[in-house]
């Protein structure tokens, strides 16, 4: 059992890499593919609110306010790439004995190097511009998603039910 364990383990970065690939995806897409993606959401979004309060506004009312919007749902894209991400880099090196400070330096350098690559890559992309402004965003994604996991796995590490049934026996 500890030979298949040792043999599986390496498979437990394949959801980082498997992000990694996801998000390289996002951003080969053009300016414009990549803003009329984002912009269908937004819409949507809207779209389903006025649904769900019966507002019967007109498609013009629903993409101005599909507009007013589409910035924001843009960046809680780049947040949530990143902290799912994080997520999928940290525990992996939690299986690998990474705890505290370093787990949240290490996965933080990996999630914020990535995230420039990714902008560096953007730059050869039609009518995609790198910013750092992204980096920062893509970061807090990555930050909370780190102590997410800390979190996580201190409580399951920590838990008071499992620390009472190990004591009696």
Known sequence: MKILITLLKPLSFVPALLMMYIIFSFSAQTGESSGNLSYQISYDIVEIKSNILSENKSSDQLAYEAD????????????????????????????????????????????????????????????????????????????????????????????????????KH
Request: charged share 15%.
């Open 68 to 167: 007013g919007i589409h910035y924001y749902v843009r960046k809680a894209a780049h947040m949530t790439e990143y902290f799912l991400l994080a997520i999928a880099i940290s525990f992996p090196l939690y299986v690998y004995g990474v705890r505290g400070i370093w787990l949240m330096i290490l996965a933080g350098i990996v999630c914020v190097a990535f995230a420039g690559l990714d902008e560096y890559h953007q730059s050869f992309v039609d009518s995609r511009t790198p910013a750092v402004k992204d980096v920062g965003i893509d970061s807090i994604g990555a930050f909370i998603g780190i102590l997410l996991v800390q979190a996580f796995c201190w409580s399951v590490l920590n838990n008071p039910v499992k620390k009472k049934k190990t004591r």
